[in-house]
């Protein structure tokens, strides 16, 4: 069973980059593609972006020029930078992995428990 | 972007009834070559990540109760629980996986009437 786990800072200033680290046990990097999807207090689920373990991306436009995601097969983590940050972006944020299915990508079948990121001075 | 919108906002619903969610794609969400629906549901309880309940619009993820079903096709789609207990006390949300960006509707919140 895939387990994921956010890592990172709880508390990030105005203007800095926000930074975020999922790390995946019980099965293999390779076999899904791995996204970051935030949910902002009291509000919906967005959807951030993508990556594979080739290093293929894909972000949401609303995000994209201030977006990063990176992925490092050894440990078996990917990772998210989100830059100049805002109160905005103050949101719970989660990784989850999506896997593969009749040659495109599928729901999400694996979530982690989340990361609270508080964009504040 | 498909815009995914839910109804209701929120209802209440006695223990042991029925409880109807409604979810609408802004355009139609049916891969051709393959005839599959690209619509998700997720249960969140509160405090925890979204669960995944049904996907390809129908399909129940192992471990769901049978009182969770889906159904709908083209743009509109429908989250059943066929007889409401306690621990489906929730937000259920819609999310189409047919094109980036990836988008989910507002959310159901499930109330005990």
């Known amino acids: 069973q895939v387990q994921l786990q956010e890592s990172g800072p709880g508390l990030v200033k105005p203007s800095e980059t926000l930074s975020l680290t999922c790390t995946v046990s019980?099965?293999?990097?390779?076999?899904?593609?791995w996204n970051w999807i935030r949910q902002s207090p009291g509000n919906g689920l967005e959807w951030i972006g993508y990556?594979?373990?080739?290093?293929?991306?894909d972000y949401n436009p609303s995000l994209k020029s201030r977006v990063t995601i990176s992925v490092d097969t050894s440990k078996n983590q990917f990772s998210l930078k989100l830059s100049s940050v805002t109160a905005a972006d103050t949101a719970a944020y989660y990784c989850a992995g999506q896997g593969v299915e009749m040659a495109t990508l599928r729901y999400f079948d694996y979530w982690g428990q989340g990361a609270l990121v508080t964009v504040s001075s | 972007d498909i815009v995914m919108t839910q109804s209701p906002d929120s209802l209440a619903v006695s223990l042991g009834e029925r409880a109807t969610i409604n979810c609408k794609s802004s355009?139609?969400?049916?891969?051709?070559?393959?005839?599959?629906?690209?619509l998700a549901w997720y249960q969140q309880r509160p405090g925890q990540p979204p669960r995944l309940l049904i996907y390809w619009a129908s399909i129940r993820e192992s471990g769901v109760p049978d009182r969770f079903s889906g159904s709908g096709s083209g743009t509109d789609f429908t989250l059943t629980i066929s007889s409401l207990q306690a621990e489906d006390v929730a937000v259920y949300y819609c999310q189409q996986y047919y094109t980036t960006p990836w988008t989910f509707g507002q959310g159901t919140k499930v109330e005990i009437k």
């Open positions: 019980g099965g293999s990097i390779s076999s899904y593609y």
């Open positions: 355009q139609s969400i049916l891969y051709s070559s393959n005839s599959k629906q690209y």
């Open positions: 990556i594979y373990y080739t290093g293929s991306t």
